[in-house]
């Protein structure tokens, strides 16, 4: 308890949010957190009507032309929308597998 | 004079847009403006009770629409204020009475006498929004912080874009700070983040606001309530003046915040 209380003084001190707190020890997100997250997503596909499927499909696609002219690591790619403003954007991120830019 | 027409609009139901248009009309005529408010929510009038003037109807819009009656005949003019009016829905038609083109005519109408025309519209993304927005100059999208509505807000904003009556102004409406302190609602930063609109104003969940509605005094009547200081920021704000948003940090007091940031000099 005495553990616990000063705990608590201490995390006061710093600034840090109980819940916040708690949240990152168990972690688990808060709610609102994880309404953003789904928000985000949401709002994305209500805005292009492209729909997880098409953007997988896209996505794959994609890889796929790209590792026809350069070697890339097909597991760390990301490819996903980015918001600017009310403006969507597909922002692709993919990394080349080492010396794969040497020939 | 040239009416400015600002239309009161939110996607879902339920989250204030009568609510706001009352509360802003109020304000906006307690500023000495001359305001007239338009329910154009046929079938589903209810800016008449809000205002507290449901016993003096005689006309409404469709009766104007339809030529039964002169504009100035179904305007009816406020308990408090002599330059505030409201020109009710009509209760028993179907909301195909009124078009766009019929809105337009009937703000041109008002324009010449008046300094603001507020149309709070209904619901939905249907005729009767498309009627509400068509003579808009301004639109004022009203959302609460939670996802259903804000995900509507994000709708009606695109559309509202796309008709060229943007860029949209948002209002949040019912923010519980220790809620959004505890991690348990949505921020209004967040909210922002995610619309990616202007913002007009953050109305603190208060329960004043129903007692309010209850008896048909909108809230900016009580000059204690946080809620009706907030609506009052607001009509400031759409008056062009320069009125500081709240600071969105919620580790200090917020109330304090908020009537320190917003200029209000009650406490």
């Known amino acids: 308890m005495i553990f616990s209380t000063r705990f608590h003084a201490r995390l006061a001190e710093e600034g840090i949010n109980m819940s916040d707190w708690l949240a990152r020890i168990t972690g688990r997100k808060s709610s609102a957190d994880e309404a953003k997250e789904r928000l985000k997503f949401v709002l994305i596909h209500d805005r292009t009507d492209i729909n997880p499927e098409t953007m997988e499909k896209l996505k794959d696609d994609l890889l796929k032309a790209i590792s026809n002219h350069v070697s890339i690591d097909m597991r760390s790619a990301k490819i996903s929308m980015l918001h600017e403003g009310r403006e969507q954007r597909l922002i692709a991120e993919i990394p080349l597998k080492p010396g794969s830019d040497r020939r | ?267």
Not at chain 2, 65 to 85: G, P, S, T, W
Not at chain 2, 118 to 147: H, K, Y
Not at chain 2, 193 to 220: F, H, R, W, Y
Request: net charge negative; charged share 30%.
């Open chain 2, 1 to 267: 004079m040239t009416a400015k027409i600002s239309t009161i609009t939110s996607g879902k139901g339920g989250v204030g847009k009568t609510t706001t248009t009352a509360n802003l009309a109020v304000s906006l005529a307690d500023m000495g403006q001359k305001v007239v408010c338009i329910d154009s929510d046929i079938g589903l009038r209810n800016l008449d009770v809000v205002l507290g003037l449901e016993n003096r109807i005689v006309y409404d819009l469709v009766d104007v629409v339809e030529e039964r009656c002169r504009i100035r005949q179904a305007m009816i003019k406020d308990k408090h204020f002599n330059e505030l009016y409201l020109i009710p829905a009509a209760q028993t038609r179907d909301k195909n009475a009124v078009s766009p083109s019929d809105m337009v005519r009937v703000c041109d109408e008002l324009r010449d006498d008046f300094d603001w025309v507020l149309i709070d519209s209904p619901a939905g993304i249907e005729r009767g929004f498309r009627n509400a927005v068509a003579p808009a100059d301004e639109v004022l999208v009203i959302t609460n912080p939670d996802v259903s509505a804000i995900r509507d807000a994000d709708r009606i904003i695109g559309i509202i874009e796309a008709e060229q009556k943007g860029p949209a102004n948002l209002i949040i409406n019912r923010l519980n700070p220790q809620m959004v302190k505890r991690g348990e609602m949505l921020d209004a930063d967040d909210v922002i983040e995610l619309l990616a609109v202007n913002l007009l104003g953050i109305i603190p969940e208060d329960e004043q606001v129903i007692i309010s509605t209850n008896i048909g005094k909108p809230v900016v009547l009580e000059p204690r309530s946080r809620a009706g200081q907030v609506f009052r920021n607001i009509a400031r704000r759409m008056m062009g003046d320069d009125v500081p948003l709240m600071d969105l940090d919620y580790k200090d007091d917020f109330f304090h915040k908020i009537s320190r940031a917003f200029g209000g000099g009650g406490n």
